[in-house]
Antibody, heavy 123, light 107 residues
Framework: EVQLVESGGYLVQPGGSLRLSCAAS????????MDWVRQAPGKGLEWVGR??????????EYAASVKGRFTISRDDSKNSLYLQMNSLKTEDTAVYYC??????????????WGQGTLVTVSS | DIQLTQSPSFLSASVGDRVTITCRAS??????LAWYQQKPGKAPKFLIY???TLQSGVPSRFSGSGSGTEFTLTISSLQPEDFATYYC?????????FGPGTRVDIK
């Protein structure tokens, strides 16, 4: 069974940093693209960024709203995905989900999601 | 960026009703569209990909159609467990974007 478990969410002050983790199990982690998606309280879903798989050299993509502040990394030996968040803003307050990528032809869909971890940015 | 709009934003329906949700893209995205279901306090659930392909384990009362800029999600006979918010998502180009959601409530 595919399982994704996020952790690391916390209350942090504006300008601060935080590192989220996503522990994966039940599948061959290195084969998959992995993404972060966030949801501000009471709002819709917003894609944050992507880590491609080993075959694609772990290259990354980011939403404009986080580019230069957030960094996605992974450790396939630990079946883990990370999101390093720096220079946090109040508008980064959200539940952060990690999602597994399902490769279909030239595209990727999110076929499994973690339960999410809440990041609150407030003074 | 590709913008997605959904209509309606909210609908009230009864068990057994046929429900249709529309998702429109600001530019053509071929069939690179997914649908997700989200219940309060829970993670989204993957329903449909490539506009019309049902994910394994998803009940057959769910179906998707469309290509280009207009897409629909149809629930043929609404069940109690289907009351939720539904999001479309385009995977045609970066940044990946989601629609604003359609909340389906019990009438």
């Amino acid at each position: 069974e595919v399982q994704l478990v996020e952790s690391g969410g916390y209350l942090v002050q504006p300008g601060g940093s935080l590192r989220l983790s996503c522990a994966a199990s039940g599948f061959t982690f290195s084969d998959h693209y992995m993404d972060w998606v966030r949801q501000a309280p009471g709002k819709g879903l917003e894609w944050v960024g992507r880590s491609r798989n080993k075959a694609k050299s772990y290259t990354t993509e980011y939403a404009a709203s986080v580019k230069g502040r957030f960094t996605i990394s992974r450790d396939d030996s630990k079946n883990s995905l990370y999101l390093q968040m720096n220079s946090l803003k109040t508008e980064d307050t959200a539940v952060y989900y990690c999602a597994r990528g399902l490769i279909v032809g030239a595209t990727v869909y999110f076929d499994s999601w973690g339960q999410g971890t809440l990041v609150t940015v407030s003074s | 960026d590709i913008q997605l709009t959904q209509s309606p934003s909210f609908l009230s329906a009864s068990v057994g009703d046929r429900v249709t949700i529309t998702c429109r893209a600001s530019q053509g995205i071929s069939s690179y569209l997914a649908w997700y279901q989200q219940k309060p306090g829970k993670a989204p659930k993957f329903l449909i990909y490539s506009a019309s392909t049902l994910q394994s384990g998803v009940p057959s009362r769910f179906s998707g159609s469309g290509s280009g800029t207009e897409f629909t999600l149809t629930i043929s006979s609404l069940q109690p467990e289907d009351f939720a918010t539904y999001y479309c998502q385009q995977v045609n180009s970066y940044p990946l974007t989601f629609g604003p959601g359609t909340r389906v409530d019990i009438k």
